[in-house]
């Protein structure tokens, strides 16, 4: 017990857990997950599935969530490093709407506990980086939902990110770095929270209202 040191964030919930490594001369040992310690610390979701993908310099991913199914996650990197983002949607919340950054690393062991009810997107700092994150809820790829990167309502301040928001998620016109920001075709047309809520008719929105009244940030048809 007691192997894993959990610090706040500003926003409810959302929490950096560093678990303890044991190093001597031959390398290190270090508990990644060890349901007991989380549980003793409060953090008490159950896990069902682990994810691993692999993502170059440039890469964004996110925001992603699912809106029926919501999932808790435990992410952390395992090879490079990522600046890793959470976005509160839960409008009861006092923290509804705002943001949490943190530069994960193979180095730093660091690992970021978010709860049902946010967003999740990465930026990959590195020459390569390998994330990892365990779920509470199994991928169903009906489910997910995406908001835009960079939503100006939400304003994520993504490091070395340099552009314009001209009314889409499209990464025309923005440098990560001086190169080029590599989205995905899906995350390059998510839509921004208050279309989302408003029901615009974007393709993306489906005609469907959300409601992020509690924390499980489910759907209403």
């Known amino acids: 017990m007691g192997q894993i040191n959990v610090t706040s964030t500003p926003l409810e919930g959302l929490y950096v857990v560093e678990p303890t490594t044991h190093s001597d001369a031959r390398g290190y040992f270090v508990e ?54 959470a976005v509160d949607l839960r409008s009861g919340s006092s923290t509804y709407k705002r943001w949490f950054g943190v530069e994960l690393s193979a180095e730093n062991r660091k690992q970021l506990y978010i709860p049902e009810g946010f967003a999740h997107g990465f930026l990959v700092l590195s020459d390569r980086a390998e994330f990892c994150y365990k779920v509470s809820d199994f991928y169903r790829p009906d489910d997910e939902v995406g908001l835009a990167w960079n939503d100006p309502e939400i304003g994520v301040q993504w490091p070395g990110v340099i552009g314009e928001y001209s009314g889409s998620s499209s990464a025309d016109g923005y440098l990560v770095n001086g190169e080029p920001l590599l989205l995905s075709e899906k995350d390059r047309r998510q839509p921004t929270l208050a279309a989302i809520l408003s029901c615009d008719g974007n393709a993306a929105v489906q005609e469907r209202r959300y409601d992020f009244s509690s924390d499980k940030g489910r759907l209403e048809t």
């Open 32 to 85: 990644t997950y060890n349901q007991n310690d989380f549980h003793e610390m409060g953090l008490k979701a159950i896990f069902v599935q682990d994810n691993q993908s692999l993502s170059v310099r440039g890469v964004l991913r996110g925001l992603h969530f699912q809106k029926e199914y919501p999932q808790v996650k435990l992410v952390r990197v395992v090879s490079g490093s990522v600046f890793d983002v």
